[in-house]
């Protein structure tokens, strides 16, 4: 019940509370904030992925996007890095002009293509499924450096994966965070969770493709480093994937010492706030972040 009071009373809670509460889940507001994050977790043996934040874009703003992107590609690169991207389609104003949204798009994914550089196409809501796929199927004829985004509170999701790994793409699995209709999206936890398990062990046992394995949920990244090794996988069938500030460090160190590989998704921008809120309600001790912070305490 305090945990649902605090979610609701979130809007209410000055920017200035959100920062200081959140700043744990974005590296910064530079991209040199996001290097140096980036750098800190390859020293740990732990690889990135770099998403610039922001969704919705005007196509004016969309030029920006690409360029700041291509910038990032530019330095991770130059600095040695081991680091992904991560984007949007709608940051690229797929929403409003897609044929212009998809070749600034393809231009990234093939300057990234040169300097050695994996571009994700994220997963929003589901009014973008079927033209976030599609691009994805035009890139990956194309370049070999693109993934995408499969989420498990979709029903259609099973179909998806089913094409996916007979073309044997490199997938990220995530439960999904936007809100959708029960007509096409499982609402139940646990059914999101045994969607989820079956959906990663079918694509495991695929004959090609890659799978990264997003989520924060110990138990299902128990039974996936079981079935794993009961199954003789290796780091070149997939990957354990977690948010930057999701406290679940212990586990990170236990899998990277079994010799499974793990990359965190970096978020840094001048559009913290959006993703902020978005986290703290994911965020189980949410109640007494914001409340020792509302009447003045430090959490
Ligand atoms: C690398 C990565 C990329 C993602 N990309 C996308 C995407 O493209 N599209 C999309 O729709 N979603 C994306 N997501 C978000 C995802 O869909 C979930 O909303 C989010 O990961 C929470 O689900 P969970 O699997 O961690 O399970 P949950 O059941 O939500 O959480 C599991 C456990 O982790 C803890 N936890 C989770 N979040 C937090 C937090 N913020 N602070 C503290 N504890 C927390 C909870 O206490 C819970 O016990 C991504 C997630 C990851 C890890």
């Known amino acids: 019940m305090f945990g649902k009071l605090a979610v609701w009373m979130l809007p209410l809670v000055p920017r200035s509370v959100v920062r200081s509460v959140a700043s744990r889940y974005v590296a910064g507001e530079t991209a040199a904030d996001a290097m140096d994050t ?17 969704e919705d874009s005007s196509s004016q703003e969309a030029d920006k996007v690409l360029a700041d992107y291509m910038a990032i590609a530019d330095e991770i690169k130059k600095q040695g890095l081991n680091s992904g991207i991560s984007i949007k389609p709608s940051h690229f104003a797929a929403h409003e002009d897609e044929g212009q949204a998809f070749d600034r798009i393809r231009q990234l994914v093939k300057h990234c293509e040169d300097l050695g550089v994996f571009v994700r196409l994220d997963m929003e809501s589901s009014r973008l499924t079927d033209l976030t796929q599609d691009f994805y199927f035009r890139l990956a004829k194309e370049f070999g450096n693109i993934g995408v985004v499969i989420q498990a509170y979709l029903k259609r999701s099973e179909q998806d ?12 699995l995530c439960k999904g965070i936007y809100n959708e209709s029960s007509d096409i999206a499982y609402k139940n936890k646990d059914e999101i969770t045994d969607n989820y398990l079956n959906l990663a062990k079918s694509y495991l046992t695929s004959d090609k493709g890659f799978l990264a394995v997003a989520t924060h949920d110990r138990g299902i990244i128990g039974q996936i480093d079981r079935f794993a090794r009961e199954k003789g996988l290796t780091t070149e069938d997939f990957e354990f994937q977690s948010l930057l500030g999701v406290p679940i460090d212990d586990v990170i160190e236990a899998m990277i010492k079994k010799g499974w590989a793990w990359r965190v ?26 409340i020792k912070h509302m009447f003045g305490g430090k959490a």
């Open 265 to 290: 998704y970096v978020p840094f921008g001048e559009e913290w706030y959006g993703y902020s809120v978005r986290r703290l309600k994911e965020n189980p001790k949410i109640a007494s972040y914001v």
């Open 161 to 172: 994966m089913k094409k996916l790994a007979e073309a044997g793409a490199n997938v990220r």
């Open 38 to 54: 980036v750098r800190t977790l390859n020293a740990k043996a732990i690889r990135a992925t770099i998403d610039i934040l922001g």
